[in-house]
């Protein structure tokens, strides 16, 4: 059971506090607490395919954008939504902190999936995540997070790759303990821990596999 409140934090001086989650009528809603440093920011470009996102600003300013429109911006007192599928950004434009409240709802894999990104961000020197660490994550919970910064193409042929290798180098056993992908397109299972034996090659997609060198 997860204990509450909780705080994590990216290395960068950002940090989530997971304050609650709550009984909505779309399932539970997870209520948060950000500090955001100057010029840090949420998550790069992404979207949440069922997931409603709240921020509320307590102190400092939010900036914020959804492709093809201008940044805009919001000061204490004033709540920006982003509606599920809604690709969006935000970050902080000002020299002191940002503070806001949020919820996403329904929660569902939210505080894993942040709290896995938090702490390949950490392990990376406050930098952006390994690709380990996004090739599992981003793979795993396709149903629910689209990373839309990372190229389609990389995470159509590269990302099984690095699945692949992670998986015979034992990187991904720090996810053990992941909880089942909801969601439609998450479906699809991750490759299994190799046998002994196991080539890299017999873990790839065919295409990759019977490529010429």
């Given amino acids: ?11 960068a001086g950002d940090r989530i506090t997971f304050v609650r989650r709550v009984s909505a009528p779309s399932g539970d809603r997870l209520e948060v607490e950000n500090v955001v440093r100057p010029g840090g920011g949420g998550l790069p470009l992404h979207v949440h395919h069922h997931q409603t996102e709240t921020l509320t600003v307590s102190a400092g300013r939010l900036a914020w954008e959804r492709p093809g429109e201008a940044p805009a911006y919001a000061g204490p007192g004033e709540t920006v ?44 020197g406050g930098k952006r995540p390994g690709l380990f660490a996004l090739a599992f994550v981003a793979t795993r919970y396709r149903g629910e997070l689209g990373m839309m910064d990372v190229h389609p193409l990389m995470q ?14 034992g990187k991904f056993d720090r996810y053990a303990d992941a909880p089942r992908p909801v969601g439609a397109r998450a479906s699809r299972p991750l490759a299994s821990p190799a046998p002994r034996g196991s080539s890299v090659a017999a873990l790839l997609p065919r295409r990759l596999a019977n490529a010429r060198p």
């Fill in 1 to 11: 059971m997860a204990i509450y409140p909780t705080t994590i934090e990216n290395g």
């Fill in 81 to 124: 939504v982003f509606a599920a599928g809604e690709p969006h950004r935000f970050w902080n434009p000002g020299e002191g902190e940002l503070r806001c409240t949020a919820t996403l709802e329904p929660a569902g894999n939210a505080e894993y999936i942040l709290s896995a990104l938090y702490d390949a961000q950490k392990r990376s």
């Fill in 156 to 169: 159509r042929f590269v990302f099984p790759l690095l699945l692949a290798i992670g998986t015979l180098l």
